[in-house]
């Protein structure tokens, strides 16, 4: 079965579309990097069809430094949540109340 | 079989390698020792760092002048006078922002090289972004950078707004990123190369039938960047980081980030789409006046420092994005000399704040500098000079910077935005020139002096040496920055 790799890019788009909808309304810290998460995960998608359509290694390659610096960013992102949310019960971002502006 | 591994030139990379160098050295140090290493130890590390990266740019400028610009790895990072100017920038930020946290760190009774590591990772990612060719590696100095920064804006455990506000940044800054590198994936996918080089010479060569993923591509990598670089309408973390942040921290953000971020947005927009540019012209356009208006009728609302002045650095964004959309070759020499000559004017700015705010780092009131002139009188002529400079008053290089980058504006044509900008830059005097003001207010209680200790001393001197002597004679940094040209434009 051929597939046209445009489907594969617009699933990219919805993906990455669903990540940012869901950063820009949910509350929870967590649920924000999270979609952080699934809006690199649809960089990854993209780069990974656009790659195959110009028989280009470069597109894959890119993939794995998305991949590398995302699992960097988990590292420092949770120690800094726990770090904020370490007094509190919830982790909702609401919450946090020190800076107004 | 053999494996063709592609030329590398080390001593372009050079300067990367030593700050990363030096941070390692602390971070093993920290890692092995029994014992918590002394401040002072981590301090020196740092400075002999930033001025062995400062030797190494003197070296390759000459060497640059004698055989011309060249890309290095693969044609990824890119050797010429523009990242080397940008460089030596980042490293004269890098020694200040280390002196500042030193004397921060005495101040707060913190022990260690934490804050001297990251500060130094941060450097080297702006220095990768000076010199790339290459989108992705833009975007892992963007992810050095800003990773270091996370960890570096939380650094003071004590307050809950330094967690808070690395919260916020963390958040924006990951949703910035993400945005960042689909950018770059739709460019991608439009030129079929990730290479700022290569993907000039696509757009030189071929006409897009349907440019729409290349303007989706080069519009999400521009929102990204307004994001970094603090303009308007993608300012509003700002103030609330600078406020959250430890002080000497709000100056490196200031300087080294801005540093890093205008250079790769240089080269991406100049270099890159340099062939687009009546397209992106009118959307920098907006950003501009957008940046300009909201910076200044914010900043004189403000009553705390901090927070006056990350509004006063969202009004010079938009002055330096002035200088990109004239996208001329003057129209980047004034960039640059904007954003180098900025970075020691901020940084003593902030080493001032950081020294009046006192012990605990949170009260930042602009009430506290009333009478500063009875407390220190040094002190608050050098504030004063410095406020001014970032005003834009004859004689310092604030002026000069101000007056490059419109006189860019203005040879590409662009009478309105020169006019937005005066105006702008007219209504953010007033709160510069109501800070000065209070400086020398009366007061009746009697003040206790302010002693400066040695490190505070060296950055404010070198802010208010640096903008006094290039402001009156800017001759020497105008004619290196008008050199300091790019490759491929």
Known sequence: MN??????????????????????????????????????????LTFVSFARTLSDVGGQVSVFFVMVVAAAEVTVGLGIVVAVFRRRTSTSVDELSELKG | MTLHVPAINYLALLPFLLVTAAALKLLMLTALMRRRIATSLATWTAVVAGLAVLGTTLVQWYELDRYGSSVTAAGAIVYDPFGVLMTAGIAVSLILAVLNGHDWQRREGIVGAEYQMLVLLAAGGAILMAQANDLIIVFLGLEILSIAL???????????????????YFLLGGFAAAIFIYGVAL????????????????????HLLHPGLLLAGGGLMLVAFVFKVEAAPFHFWAPDVYE????????AHASIVWAGAFAALVRIMVVALGSQQSTWRPLFFGLIVAS????????????????LLAYASVTQSGFVLLGIWAGTASGVAATTFYVVTYGPVVLATFAIVGLVSGPGDSDHALTRYQGLSRRNPWLAASL???????????????????????????????????????????VAAFAYLRWTTTLYADVDETLAPLVVPWATRVVVGFGV??????????????????HATLLFQ
């Open chain 2, 244 to 251: 959250g942040e430890p002080t000497p921290l709000s100056g």
């Open chain 2, 187 to 206: 460019t991608y996918g439009a030129t079929g190369t990730t290479n700022l080089t290569n993907i000039a010479y696509f757009l030189g060569s071929n």
């Open chain 2, 465 to 482: 040496l640096t903008t006094v002597v290039v402001g009156v004679d800017p001759g020497l940094i105008t004619s290196i920055s008008s």
């Open chain 2, 292 to 307: 300009i208006a909201t910076g200044a009728l914010l900043t004189i609302q403000q009553s705390n420092a901090k927070r």
């Open chain 2, 384 to 426: 004063a000079v410095l406020l001014l400079s970032q005003l834009g008053v004859p004689f310092t290089t604030g002026f000069d910077a101000k007056f490059g980058v419109l006189a860019a504006t203005l040879d590409a044509g662009n009478v309105w935005g020169a006019v937005v900008a005066m105006m702008g830059a007219a």
């Open chain 1, 3 to 44: 597939v046209p790799a445009a489907w594969y890019l617009v699933l990219a788009a919805l993906l990455f579309g669903v990540g940012c909808f869901g950063f820009l309304t949910r509350r929870s810290a967590i649920i924000m990097f999270m979609c952080i998460e699934l809006m690199l995960n649809a960089v990854n």
């Open chain 2, 150 to 168: 996370y960890c570096l804006i939380a650094f003071n455990r004590r307050r809950q707004a330094s967690a808070e506000s690395a919260m916020k």
